[in-house]
Nanobody
Framework: QVQMKESGGGSVQPGGSLRLSCRVSGYIFSSYCMGWFRQAPGKEREGVVGIDNDGGRTYYADSVKGRFTVSQDYGENSLYLQMNNLRPEDTAIYYC???????????????????WGQGTQVTVSE
């Protein structure tokens, strides 16, 4: 059974940084696409970043390019999201997802992923 668990969320001031972690168990880590999504209150779940495990190509939402960086640790079966220069509009619950689309096609469509973590809250405010 595949399980995913996020950690690292919290509250920061604008301009601050956080590093989210996602530990994956019961899964062949090197398969297909993995991603980070977020959902703010009253809004749809949106893709933040996708990473193709076969080659490592990454895809970022325009709103986070240059500020967020995704990385992997195959030995730890973990996915990370380094978030810098955080803004109030980054406030959301952040989810990691796996077993996503082949070659990360439609990487930012939440329905293309089969397995999700429970989410971790990120709050950016003064």
């Amino acid at each position: 059974q595949v399980q995913m668990k996020e950690s690292g969320g919290g509250s920061v001031q604008p301009g601050g940084s956080l590093r989210l972690s996602c530990r994956v168990s019961g899964y062949i880590f090197s398969s297909y696409c993995m991603g980070w999504f977020r959902q703010a209150p009253g809004k749809e779940r949106e893709g933040v970043v996708g990473i193709d495990n076969d080659g490592g190509r990454t895809y970022y939402a325009d709103s986070v390019k240059g500020r967020f960086t995704v990385s992997q640790d195959y030995g730890e079966n973990s996915l990370y999201l380094q978030m810098n220069n955080l803004r109030p509009e980054d406030t959301a619950i952040y989810y990691c997802a796996t077993d996503g689309p082949f070659r990360c096609s439609q990487w930012n469509y939440w329905g293309a992923y089969k397995t999700w973590g429970q989410g971790t809250q990120v709050t950016v405010s003064e």
